[in-house]
């Protein structure tokens, strides 16, 4: 296995990184939901490819609550910066289905527009745009009851244009594309990452599960099959953020054991790196929650919150981090 190394040690006003994009001019984009601390407000950051790390913009919070908790971010074809702002994350009965899907346009680093494309949200989670579309994992439906009591989550598809679009977290919205249950007892917890493969094909993790879906499309974009396409559970416990590299294998955030997985092509599961309890600053995998490709590296954001007995994580330290794998041989 590879050893992860330290990328970055974040600015004070960072407690949780979490999802990542690259811009146009490379530099890589990071979310912060900020969860460990809630009195630090979710923001943004940008590092360039010197590793100067600065506060990009702090996210617009929603006007009923007063918060906002970006987690998966996804650039759109024109510029704009799209947010899943998960407000519910955290349990707090007054956040409870009130998250958000918002885009943001930005002139240099100045807001100069925020457009809400749905609302009250309970679970948004990971993001992806594709041909005019954005696919966001809805990890939790506690609304929808299904007949076996499992946990039902759901990947939401909406337009890039689409506004203030009122979600009820039902089986009745019509931007849902399909439905998952989460069988594992111990880990009632539901759709995360997502990513398309070289083929157009939508790849979801199932958290809970440790299990990777492959999603294919009708010629309409309706769902034609979605259906288990990778599985492992001694390799791979829990699968939060994904990403593709050219050749097509997919790197999977482990959160719940510290390990980032490689899955070829064919479906075949591999362990990549792990490591027990730590506190990340030597760059150690402290509970992974997004990976992705920069300048050849792989790029892991350690979210180092949650505590409970499903992961390996005991303890929030500060500073939170950005940990790395050199995918080169």
Not at 13 to 19: A, R
Not at 21 to 29: P, R, S, V
Not at 87 to 114: A, F, P, Y
Request: with cysteine.
């Amino acid at each position: 296995m590879k050893k992860s190394t330290l990328f970055a040690k974040l600015p004070d006003y960072v407690s949780t990184p979490d999802g990542m994009a690259i811009d146009k001019e490379g530099n890589l984009i990071l979310a912060c939901p900020n969860y460990a601390i809630p009195d630090m407000p979710g923001c943004i950051l940008k590092i360039d490819k010197d590793k100067n790390i600065k506060k990009w913009f702090d996210v617009p919070a929603c006007e009923e609550t007063g918060v906002a908790r970006p987690m998966g971010i996804a650039f759109g074809p024109d510029g704009d910066l799209y947010i899943c702002d998960n407000q519910g994350w955290s349990g707090q009965t007054e956040l409870v289905r009130k998250g958000r899907i918002l885009r943001v346009r930005l002139d240099n680093d100045r807001i100069v527009k925020t457009t809400v494309v749905a609302r009250n949200m309970e679970h948004p989670n990971g993001m992806r745009i594709k041909d005019g579309y954005i696919y966001v994992t809805q990890s939790t439906m506690e609304l929808v009851k299904h007949p076996s009591g499992k946990l039902v989550s759901c990947v939401y598809r909406f337009k890039l244009d689409d506004e203030n679009i009122n979600v009820t977290n039902t089986l009745e919205d019509k931007n849902i594309l399909t439905t998952f249950i989460t069988h594992n007892p111990d880990d009632q917890y539901g759709v995360d990452g997502i990513v398309f493969d070289h083929n157009g094909d939508l790849l979801i993790g199932n958290f809970g599960d440790g299990a990777i879906y492959r999603i294919k499309f009708n010629n309409d974009l309706s769902v034609k099959s979605n259906e288990i396409w990778a599985q492992d559970p001694e390799n791979l416990v829990s699968t939060d953020g994904m990403i593709l590299d050219d050749d097509g294998n997919i790197y999977i955030a482990d959160f719940c054991a510290n390990a980032i997985v490689k899955v070829l092509p064919d479906g075949t599961v591999t362990k990549l790196a792990q490591n027990g309890d730590t506190d990340g600053f030597n760059g150690e995998l402290d509970e992974p929650g997004e990976p992705i490709i920069w300048n050849g590296k792989l790029i892991v954001s350690c979210f180092d919150t949650v505590t409970n007995d499903i992961v390996i994580n005991t303890a929030h330290e500060l500073p939170a981090t950005l940990a790395q794998i050199d995918l080169r041989d």
